[in-house]
């Protein structure tokens, strides 16, 4: 039968019969791909570790007729065991995952994958505060998707900014002719940070005080749940977590 192989990163897994998963992947150059893991969750099983939520695998399969069937998988990045050792990382890592899951098979980009992938690498790593690495992937992810925020310039009459008023329903930020009444006003602070957020400037990043960060995660929590057109449910316990 066909066979291709890719690199992939697992997003999630449901049991299927006594000893078999399903797999649902988002690929290097196939998008995402849901595959049947035959006999992982025998403890003889040669490459059920490898198959985990936030690992990062090369993976051969076959093609089947409505699944794929994985033949073999080698790791290629051993995230999961730091990742869900701490809570504020795991809860990160599962929003993300689920955003790349949303995303949908048109988006899944060899660009989204290598995203997602340094997000993980990062979180595994506690290279910055989780908060900030799930803020700076979704920002970006909805980017590469064509969802990027406005932040330099009106997101309704493109007049020149900054801007001090973002409203998610409009698209970013916008002017104070175009925004709706009562909407709230950015911070200084908040818009720097957001600005940062998108571009991956982690040292301003690092250096913001937890106010502005925390009013950007909600505004982009926000922003993310509306383009996305349902919530994502791991988002909220990164708030509870705050």
């Not at 949908?104 to 340094?118: C, I, K, M, P």
């Not at 175009?178 to 301003?204: D, F, K, N, Q």
């Amino acid at each position: 039968m066909p066979t291709y192989r890719d690199e992939a990163v697992v997003l999630r897994t449901h049991k299927l019969g006594e000893a078999d998963r399903i797999v649902t992947m988002l690929s290097r150059r196939h998008g995402k791909i849901r595959a049947v893991a035959k006999g992982v969750r025998r403890t003889s099983s040669k490459f059920g570790s490898r198959l985990e939520p936030f690992m990062v695998a090369d993976v051969q399969l076959y093609i089947g007729r409505s699944l794929d069937v994985i033949q073999q998988a080698e790791s290629l990045g051993s995230y999961g065991s730091e990742i869900v050792a701490h809570y504020d990382r795991y809860t990160a890592a599962s929003a993300m995952v689920e955003t790349a899951d949303r995303l949908g098979d048109a988006e899944a980009t060899t660009s989204h994958y290598l995203l997602l992938v340094g997000g993980l690498r990062a979180l595994s790593r506690g290279a910055h505060a989780s908060r900030n690495i799930l803020d700076s992937y979704l920002l970006r992810a909805l980017a590469l998707s064509g969802w990027a925020p406005a932040l330099e310039e009106c997101a309704r009459c493109a007049r020149p900014g900054p801007h001090d008023i973002f409203v998610a329903q409009m698209g970013g930020a916008v002017c104070a002719s175009c925004a709706p009444v009562g909407a709230p006003r950015l911070s200084g602070a908040t818009a720097t940070h957001l600005r940062a957020l998108m571009t991956g400037e982690w040292e301003i990043i690092d250096a913001a005080e937890n106010s502005a960060s925390s009013s950007a995660s909600g505004l982009i929590a926000a922003y993310t749940q509306y383009h996305l057109e349902r919530g994502i449910r791991s988002l909220s316990h990164m708030e509870t977590n705050r």
